[in-house]
């Protein structure tokens, strides 16, 4: 009963370099979104996707990129990092339907730009 | 555009004292509130939801909500509290259509002390 997987929980990367962020869920859920969350700012929705191909922008998306090629799959990408993208990034989703449902977490993956 | 706002960083309650945590929201059209709660170093776990019917919503862990339209509120509270119940706490809004958006406050801390 896996949820939502992110990977790595941990990272430390350089100014200017690339990563992903992985995010999978087991769940069949459509919906799937990154939030980042900073101290005293709360969580950021960043991207966020209605279904497979489908993407879009949250409050914050600039520096970030994503994709969707598949229900479970939706990886986060820096293209080139910045301390100011120092942060805890979180995966969530939820189920498909007409009602209004909660969002599931992941356990949250800690990224630190020097 | 949607927001909400937590006007409490910090809620301090001795241990068997109610507690509340306060929320506001502003949304065009009939709002889908949430609460959810963040224990340390993990992701965030559903607590309740608001979209229809009575104004007092009851959630997990003994929590419940109230609804209040005309001061556009959504205060958590709890009867007793408990020191397990020492985390931070989200409040969010969501977009009233299909794939809407889920925007969170800036979080409330709460402690509750033996």
């Known amino acids: 009963n896996a949820g939502v997987t992110q990977t790595p929980k941990f990272q430390v990367l350089k100014t200017g370099q690339s990563m992903t962020l992985q995010c999978a869920q087991d769940?069949?859920?459509?919906?799937m979104s990154w939030y980042r969350q900073d101290p005293g700012m709360g969580l950021r929705l960043i991207h966020y996707?209605?279904?497979?191909?489908?993407?879009d922008q949250g409050e914050v998306p600039n520096g970030y990129n994503v994709s969707r090629s598949t229900t479970e799959d939706f990886p986060l990408r820096l293209l080139s990092a910045a301390p100011s993208q120092t942060s805890v990034y979180f995966c969530?989703?939820?189920?498909?339907?007409?009602?209004?449902?909660?969002?599931?977490f992941g356990e949250g993956s800690r990224l630190t730009v020097l | 555009a949607q927001s909400v706002a937590q006007p409490e960083d910090q809620v301090n309650v001795a241990e068997g004292n109610p507690l509340t945590v306060k929320c506001t929201y502003s949304?065009?059209?009939?709002?889908?509130l949430f609460w959810y709660v963040q224990y340390p170093n993990r992701g965030l776990q559903f607590l309740l939801k608001?979209?229809?019917?009575?104004?007092l919503v009851k959630g997990s862990y003994g929590f419940e909500a109230e609804f209040n339209k005309s001061q556009t509120s959504f205060h958590l509270k709890k009867p007793s509290a408990l020191v397990s119940d020492s985390a931070l706490y989200f409040c969010?809004?969501?977009?009233?259509?299909?794939?809407?958006?889920?925007?969170f406050g800036q979080g409330t801390e709460l402690s509750v002390k033996p």
């Open positions: 969530a989703s939820r189920r498909p339907g007409t009602g209004i449902v909660e969002l599931f």
């Open positions: 769940m069949n859920h459509e919906y």
């Open positions: 996707s209605v279904g497979a191909g489908i993407t």
């Open positions: 949304v065009s059209g009939n709002p889908y």
């Open positions: 608001y979209i229809t019917g009575d104004n």
């Open positions: 969010a809004v969501r977009e009233p259509k299909k794939g809407g958006k889920l925007i």
